[in-house]
């Protein structure tokens, strides 16, 4: 009665594209959950704007924080289980975007997160993680969002091949953070931007 799914992926790799997707294509179907929990990045990562300014949360902060939405997500599991309810219709269906393997990213050797993803297996949670070839990232990473997003980029590198092997090695930490989750994750190439594409082989592996 209870189910989702977890978008991981550095950003440009089009985490909030297949969120939206994901969403819409989900309300579409005839049988799918009727309840629909949604937690964007801007309520779950690592890195935060605190009245205009940057700051990034330390380990204890951030798993409160995560634990929090989990808790809710419980919350709501054991009230239709206690109704009673069988059918796929009343059930939960829930997406997080940016949660489990990005604390473990940041936050190397943390025991705190491995308790909380067996809570989320058994809330059936599946993992996806979104990644770029190394041809696609310059293009999206560096180019797609404009003069204001390439300063940013750049602006603790020295040349493009610098912020773009940055961002590989970036992919391939998450990658092993990935390997390391006790969540089953699914990785999916986003150099197409087929975003509906993408949603559809998830919400397909669900079920």
């Given at each position: 009665?209870?189910?989702?799914v977890?978008?991981?992926?550095?950003?440009t790799?089009?985490?909030?594209?297949?969120?939206?997707a994901i969403?819409?294509?989900?309300?579409?179907?005839?049988?799918?959950?009727?309840?629909?929990i949604?937690?964007?990045e801007?309520?779950?990562?690592v890195?935060?704007?605190?009245?205009?300014?940057?700051?990034?949360?330390?380990?204890?902060?951030h798993?409160?924080?995560?634990?929090?939405?989990v808790?809710?997500l419980?919350?709501?599991?054991?009230?239709?289980?206690?109704?009673g309810?069988?059918k796929?219709s009343?059930?939960?269906?829930?997406?997080?975007?940016?949660f489990?393997?990005?604390?473990?990213?940041?936050f190397?050797?943390?025991?705190?997160?491995?308790?909380?993803?067996?809570?989320l297996?058994?809330?059936?949670?599946?993992?996806v993680?979104?990644?770029?070839?190394r041809?696609?990232?310059?293009?999206?990473?560096?180019?797609?969002?404009?003069?204001?997003?390439r300063?940013?980029?750049?602006?603790?590198?020295?040349?493009?091949?610098?912020?773009?092997?940055?961002?590989?090695?970036?992919?391939?930490?998450?990658?092993?953070?990935?390997?390391?989750?006790?969540?089953?994750?699914?990785?999916?190439?986003?150099?197409?931007?087929?975003?509906?594409?993408?949603?559809?082989?998830?919400?397909?592996?669900?079920?």
């Open positions: 009665m209870i189910r989702g977890i978008i991981e992926g550095l950003s790799t089009g985490k909030t594209s297949v969120f939206s969403k819409r294509l989900h309300s579409q179907t005839n049988n799918g959950e009727k309840t629909l949604a937690i964007s801007h309520y779950s990562q890195l935060h704007s605190y009245q205009g300014i940057l700051r990034s949360m330390n380990k204890d902060e798993i409160q924080l995560l634990n929090r939405h808790d809710y419980e919350q709501q599991f054991e009230w239709i289980d206690s109704l309810h069988t796929a009343n059930g939960v269906f829930f997406l997080l975007e940016r489990n393997v990005n604390h473990r990213a940041a190397i050797n943390s025991a705190e997160i491995g308790m909380m993803e067996k809570r297996s058994r809330l059936n949670a599946h993992c993680l979104l990644t770029l070839s041809d696609a990232v310059e293009p999206r990473y560096i180019e797609s969002r404009g003069e204001a997003w300063n940013y980029v750049m602006k603790n590198h020295l040349t493009v091949t610098e912020a773009c092997q940055k961002f590989l090695d970036d992919q391939k930490k998450l990658r092993m953070c990935a390997k390391q989750s006790l969540i089953p994750t699914l990785e999916i190439n986003t150099d197409k931007a087929d975003w509906d594409s993408y949603a559809k082989q998830i919400l397909m592996g669900l079920n």
